[in-house]
């Protein structure tokens, strides 16, 4: 069993930037792929970026490539999406999530994903 629990959501002007943080309980967290992904309202939840259980493998979405950075501290259970640039567009609820993996392979399918945090919402104004 894991808990997901987010952080770092806010408001903040285009342009500008914040870190996520994805702090999980277990101590079997190396062992998980894990992945952001928002959901904005009307609209369905999409991958955001996904790291191997290791950091060795990344994955981010077309939208967000370049100006999103997704990283991990398996010491500290931590899992981070530091954002810059930030647009409208962003705006949406973020969800950290977990995927139990023996491999490096990483998931961009939300229903591959075993636990979910209860998300962070990220406001960028214009």
Known sequence: ??????????????????RLSCAASGRT???YGMGWF???PGKEREFVAA???????????ASVKGRFTISRDNAKNLVYL??????????AVYYCAARASLSEAVSITPRTYDYWG???QVTVSS
Do not use: H
Not at 1 to 6: D, F, G, I, N, R
Not at 51 to 61: D, F, K, N, P, V
């Open 51 to 61: 790291i191997s259980w290791s950091g060795g493998i990344t994955r981010y979405a």
């Open 118 to 120: 209860q998300g962070t």
């Open 38 to 40: 928002r959901q904005a």
């Open 29 to 31: 967290f190396s062992s």
């Open 1 to 18: 069993q894991v808990q997901l629990v987010e952080s770092g959501g806010g408001l903040v002007q285009a342009g500008g930037s914040l």
């Open 82 to 91: 530091q954002m810059n640039s930030l647009k409208p567009e962003d705006t």
